[in-house]
């Protein structure tokens, strides 16, 4: 076991298994929540479901029993949920809640509570540009990561002054088999994303995990409350298509 300890949700697959890759390789010892074990041989897997109180109680009950503390927590576990506002049945708004949202809020009051009795703590939130933007076809989805940035400059206005800080990052276009899903459905193709990015192209959740480890560590000590994009300048650019492109 290392010095350090990290909870990833989200960790069996995508930017979570990633991230828990890259937070391993820079000495932390990994826990994995997720509704399916890690494929990672070196991360400690807690199976469970992020919208269940009791998972979650079970999950810090496991990891302060196993390794009696908690650095950072990363809140990743995330579903997307792409359907017209008018057609957005209230269960299937209150299921999205329930995961990207009212889990992380859970978790971070559970995790929370022992890093503040330690004094020091990081938590990384993932919320989303759809978090800072509207992206039409994604109420529910938009509503929860709006939410999740606000709970976290919230916690990190709370907390900050007692050791832990809170901070979140917010991907653009990432591609990971949720994008794969989307576009398999139809509902947008590569130069969608490629032809609105300044930068040319989607992330890799490589660009995602190393901007959580720059919040997980002390270099990052005086950075609280952000909500930080990682969007290859998606939320920078106001130009119209044209013009950005010609610039190409």
């Known amino acids: 076991m290392n010095d ?17 890759r890259v937070l391993s390789a820079a000495g932390y010892t990994v826990v994995s929540f997720d509704l ?8 400690f897997s807690v199976v469970g479901d992020m919208s269940s109180d009791a998972d979650i109680q079970r999950l810090t009950d496991t ?3 196993r390794f009696g503390r908690v650095d950072v927590l990363v809140n990743n576990a995330g579903i997307s949920f792409i359907v017209p506002a008018e057609e957005t049945e209230p269960a299937q708004w209150r299921r999205v809640m329930d995961i990207n949202l009212t889990g992380p809020f859970v978790l971070c009051q559970a995790i929370g509570r022992h890093m503040l009795a330690a004094g020091s703590g990081s938590i990384v939130n993932i919320a989303s540009v759809a978090g800072l933007q509207g992206v039409a076809d994604r109420a529910a989805y938009n509503a929860s990561k709006h939410g999740l940035i606000g709970l976290t400059r919230t916690l990190a206005v709370e ?9 979140a990052v917010c991907p653009g276009w990432v591609k990971t088999d949720m994008d794969v899903t989307a576009q398999d459905a139809g509902l947008y193709g590569d130069s969608d994303i490629t032809d609105h990015v300044p930068v040319g192209r989607f992330a890799v959740p490589e660009d995602i995990a190393q901007a959580v480890l720059f919040l997980a560590e002390p270099t990052s000590a005086f950075v609280n409350g952000v909500a930080l994009p990682v969007d290859g300048g998606w939320t920078a650019d106001g130009s119209w298509q044209s013009l950005r492109l010609s610039k190409r």
């Open 36 to 43: 399916k074990e890690s494929p990672d041989p070196d991360v």
């Open 63 to 65: 990891v302060m029993e």
């Open 4 to 20: 350090r300890l990290a909870v990833v949700t989200g960790a069996a697959q995508g930017i979570g298994q990633r991230t828990a």
């Open 159 to 167: 907390w900050g002054g007692r050791g832990v800080r809170v901070n």
